[in-house]
């Protein structure tokens, strides 16, 4: 990951700029600059992941204008090659190629990237600035206002605290900014044509499409790995890269110290894909001890954020600090697409995609915000193959009555497209989903249910509560959290939209846990 920040405007405190955008070298601890345009400010930290050399550096520049970029470009050479025509190229960094392609396409460009990307560029020729966004949220923007009214982006909110004079929202996914306006120049939650064909070539389109965001996610001129949570998403995601990898690829998993239940499935795929495995064992003490610090790199009060957090900030705070490895494949993504536990109880085909489209537009707040935050600022890039644009796309358009759970087994789907070929023990391909906060140890979900216990009586927590109007806690752990939220963003309540549950309005559903545990199907989850 980079983080890059921008002050859109000619009236600027260096000194508060610097202080805000400091807040994030973790992102990028390999160098770090920022250039005043002439109309404002544009801030790079930078970790260096393609084009290793000192000419990768940003902010880019070319006759005037400038551009910072957090993002990976996919298949950028072929863009390179038919700009090189025209243009110069200093260094192998796929971001180098932003400004050209701007040149000579405008904001057009953005619908031509097959990227996760977040950017902000100033056009010297036009003295504006321009921002957009992956069509999915994977890289990080924010915004907000200063006193002079004068816009500030960057790639967390914490950059903003003290500059934005009132609300720090997060920059919409799929949309460009440009005079005063954002813009949407794709939803991947739109379906242009149902697509109705047969099972069986829908699982092999499924099958191909998922290959292909896994290998063009293995380039990189930094060191790969990649976490194994045990579960089909992670270990799918293991298995292609295995095979398309010359050497054993490193993989880990994280578990609690009494009864992790994803470990032991996590070892078998590793065994089985042969790669190297690395175990990295939490305790009760490490899960409370790091809850604040979670939260407050997190910039949220959701619960299933925070519970899924603790354990992915644990075990790439030991990547980072026993390895030199410097992008994490990730899993993320699938369950919006093919369903939860809980999409089992889905009314129709249409309620189904509805939720489904819900959870991508929402995902940039959630799940996405999670694999973001615990991963970079251990100075770790993510990449997130289940949130390739293609294979988003497609999986979208497949016809709802074929994703929901008609077959008696959730993700059907994905789990038939991987049945032939040998690519997982048949055990690991169809095991029941378990969420990754309880995967890592029932215990963990629990540990921090008593702790919020001990912090509040029950008058406290009737009391406390009705301080907040948006998003109101309504257990005494939400309102922990919600109190630590307050302590680090007062007043940020809205930059997430809500509490990630299940749909209460489904039969089944009216619970007060966001974990599957509540669910009367959770069945052989746990096990």
């Known amino acids: 990951m980079c983080s890059i920040m921008g002050y859109c405007g000619p009236v600027f405190d260096l000194e508060a700029f610097q202080a805000g955008f400091q807040r994030t070298v973790s992102r990028g601890p390999d160098d770090s600059r920022i250039v005043d345009t002439g109309k404002g400010l544009l801030g790079f930290h930078r970790l260096s992941i393609m084009g290793l050399t000192s000419a990768g550096m940003q902010p880019f520049a070319l006759d005037g204008s400038f551009v910072v970029c957090n993002g990976e470009i996919y298949g950028f050479e072929k863009l390179k090659k038919r700009l090189e025509e025209k243009y110069t190229f200093a260094s192998d960094s796929d971001c180098e190629l932003l400004l050209p392609l701007y040149r000579e396409y405008g904001v057009e460009m953005f619908r031509m990237l097959d990227a996760e990307f977040a950017c902000i560029l100033y056009d010297g020729e036009r003295q504006e600035y321009i921002a957009a966004r992956d069509p999915i949220g994977i890289r990080p923007l924010y915004y907000g206002y200063d006193s002079q009214g004068v816009i500030l982006f960057a790639s967390e909110p914490q950059n903003?605290?003290?500059?934005?004079?009132?609300?720090?929202?997060?920059?919409?996914?799929?949309?460009?900014?440009?005079?005063?306006?954002?813009?949407?120049?794709?939803?991947?939650?739109?379906?242009?044509?149902?697509?109705?064909?047969?099972?069986?070539?829908?699982?092999?389109?499924?099958?191909?499409?998922?290959?292909?965001?896994?290998?063009?996610?293995?380039?990189?001129?930094?060191?790969?790995?990649?976490?194994?949570?045990?579960?089909?998403?992670?270990?799918?995601?293991?298995?292609?890269?295995?095979?398309?990898?010359?050497?054993?690829?490193?993989?880990?998993?994280?578990?609690?110290?009494?009864?992790?239940?994803?470990?032991?499935?996590?070892?078998?795929?590793?065994?089985?894909?042969?790669?190297?495995?690395?175990?990295?064992?939490i305790t009760r003490e490490d899960v409370i001890s790091n809850l604040e610090r979670v939260i407050h790199l997190l910039g949220t009060y959701d619960i299933t954020t925070i519970r899924a957090s603790v354990g992915m900030y644990l075990v790439c705070k030991a990547i980072h600090e026993q390895t030199d490895i410097r992008v994490l494949l990730t899993g993320e993504i699938s369950d919006e697409l093919f369903g939860y536990k809980y999409t089992d109880y889905a009314p129709s085909a249409q309620a189904f995609q509805e939720e489904s489209e819900k959870r991508v537009r929402e995902l940039h707040m959630y799940d996405v915000l999670r694999a973001d935050r615990c991963i970079s600022v251990n100075s770790l890039e993510a990449r997130v193959p289940f949130g390739d644009l293609e294979f988003v796309r497609y999986v979208m358009s497949v016809d709802p009555e074929r994703k929901r759970n008609r077959y008696g087994k959730g993700k059907y789907l994905l789990r038939h497209a991987f049945e032939e070929g040998g690519w997982l023990p048949q055990d690991i391909l169809w095991r029941e989903k378990a969420a990754f906060s309880d995967a890592v140890g029932h215990s963990l979900v629990d540990d921090l249910k008593e702790y919020a216990e001990q912090c509040y009586t029950d008058d406290d927590f009737q009391k406390l509560r009705q301080k907040y109007v948006h998003a109101r806690p309504f257990t005494k752990e939400s309102l922990l959290y919600r109190e630590i939220f307050e302590k680090y963003y007062p007043g940020q309540s809205g930059m997430v939209l809500d509490f990630w549950m299940p749909n209460r309005e489904w039969e089944g559903c009216d619970v007060d846990d966001p974990s599957a545990r509540v669910l009367a199907n959770y069945g052989q989850s746990g096990v």
């Open 160 to 281: 903003l605290l003290g500059l934005a004079a009132g609300e720090i929202l997060p920059f919409p996914p799929g949309h460009y900014y440009k005079d005063g306006r954002f813009i949407c120049y794709r939803d991947m939650t739109q379906v242009e044509r149902i697509c109705r064909d047969d099972l069986e070539t829908v699982c092999r389109n499924i099958r191909e499409k998922l290959i292909a965001g896994v290998e063009k996610r293995l380039v990189a001129d930094a060191k790969v790995g990649f976490l194994l949570s045990g579960g089909l998403d992670s270990s799918l995601v293991c298995a292609i890269a295995a095979r398309r990898s010359k050497t054993p690829i490193r993989t880990f998993a994280i578990g609690m110290s009494g009864d992790a239940i994803d470990l032991k499935y996590a070892r078998e795929v590793a065994e089985y894909i042969g790669s190297r495995h690395t175990e990295v064992i």
